[in-house]
T-cell receptor
């Protein structure tokens, strides 16, 4: 079946440094991917998406890179701030129905 | 701009009690979903409703029922709660994947349920 998974459960980063969160997927037919941020005690919040016909997409302080050759995507957060402390999920579409498969999540801890 | 609203935010039940978790969205979305989130397990789909009038099982439907009351509302019912159903429950909605549009799901704040 389809799977979407993150490489590291926890990432500790110094405030002001860049963060890179990685995700691998199995379904080469996936035509888009989504990144979510979940702060403690809250629901997942949409951050950014990327279509499979793109290699890179930039948002506000975030960049998504997609490497279809190795079925890997990453979320880069520039100048990480305390407010970036959260769990980050990648998600991809399932083959049938309007459903998503979610990765297990990477917790980003920002050190002052 | 409410988005997806879930009630209640917290609930404690005794084993065998029943309850209904409510979810409403104001984004005119066709699809709605119920997930549970447990430590180390990520988000697991319980039930979903692709459109008004339809519901389908997800990965972990046992012990739950759902009702798509109308386009806005999608409720999750626990008929006889068990300690294994202690979890955080999230409702989500999406416009569905149509031509030129991605199926981005938007989530509520969650219901934290403890079953004793």
């Amino acid at each position: 079946g389809e799977s979407v998974g993150l490489h590291l459960p926890t990432l500790s980063v110094q405030e002001g440094d860049n963060s890179i969160i990685n995700c691998a997927y199995s379904n080469s037919a996936s035509d888009y991917f989504i990144w979510y941020k979940q702060e403690s005690g809250k629901g997942p919040q949409f951050i950014i998406d990327i279509r499979s016909n793109m290699d890179k997409r930039q948002g506000q302080r975030v960049t998504v890179l997609l490497n279809k050759t190795v079925k890997h995507l990453s979320l880069q957060i520039a100048a990480t701030q305390p407010g970036d402390s959260a769990v980050y999920f990648c998600a991809g579409p399932q083959a049938a129905g309007n459903k998503l498969t979610f990765g297990g999540g990477t917790r980003v801890l920002v050190k002052p | 701009n409410a988005g997806v609203t879930q009630t209640p935010k917290f609930q404690v039940l005794k084993t065998g009690q029943s309850m209904t978790l409510q979810c409403a969205q104001d984004m005119n979305h066709n699809s709605m979903y119920w997930y549970r989130q447990d430590p180390g397990m990520g988000l697991r789909l319980i039930y979903y409703s692709a459109s008004e009038g339809t519901t389908d099982k997800g990965e972990v439907p046992n012990g739950y029922n759902v009702s798509r009351l109308n386009k806005r509302e999608f409720s999750l019912r626990l008929e006889s709660a068990a300690p294994s159903q202690t979890s955080v429950y999230f409702c989500a909605s999406s416009g569905g994947k149509t031509s030129g549009r991605l199926n981005i799901q938007y989530f509520g704040a969650g219901t934290r349920l403890s079953v004793l």
